[in-house]
C-alpha cells in the first residue's frame, strides 16, 4: 500500500505561483494512477488534474486548464502540481490521490482513487 505526503502549500498573492509536491512510499509509484483534488471550506472534494502511471497523459478540470500543470517523475516517487496565476477562488486544502486498478478510468471521480495524502493548505490572498 502507498502513503502519500503533500507539501508545497502556503499563501500567495493573487497572480503568484505555488508548486505542490506529493511524495509516494510503500508502494511501487509508476504502478498507479494519480490525481490532485481540492477541498475548499464548506465545499465538495472537486477534482483538479490528473495524470496516467507514464505520465504521457494528463488530465484537468475546466477552471485548472492553462494555468496548472501535472506531472510527475516515476525515478522520485514523487507527483507535482505547478500552479500558476493563482485566484482567491483558488484557496483549498490540496490533497493527492492515487489510483490502484489497471485501468485508469473515470480519473474525475474522487471514489476511483484507494489512497489519499492528508493535504496541503494554499490560500490565494486578493
Known amino acids: 500500500q502507498v502513503q502519500l505526503v503533500e507539501s508545497g502549500g502556503g499563501l500567495v498573492q493573487t497572480g503568484g505561483s505555488l508548486r505542490l509536491s506529493c511524495a509516494a512510499s510503500?508502494?511501487?509509484?509508476?504502478?498507479?494512477?494519480m490525481g490532485w483534488f481540492r477541498q475548499a471550506l464548506g465545499k465538495e472534494r472537486e477534482f483538479v488534474a490528473a495524470?496516467?502511471?507514464?505520465?504521457?497523459?494528463?488530465y484537468y478540470a475546466d477552471s485548472m486548464k492553462g494555468r496548472f500543470t501535472i506531472s510527475r517523475d516515476n525515478a522520485k516517487n514523487t507527483e507535482y502540481l505547478q500552479m500558476n496565476s493563482l485566484k482567491p477562488e483558488d484557496t483549498a486544502v490540496y490533497y493527492c490521490a492515487a489510483d490502484s486498478a489497471p485501468w485508469f478510468t473515470n480519473i474525475r471521480v474522487k471514489e476511483t482513487y484507494d489512497y489519499w495524502g492528508q493535504g496541503t493548505q494554499v490560500t490565494v490572498s486578493s
Open positions: 510503500g508502494g511501487t509509484f509508476r504502478n498507479y494512477g
Open positions: 495524470i496516467t502511471r507514464s505520465g504521457g497523459a494528463t
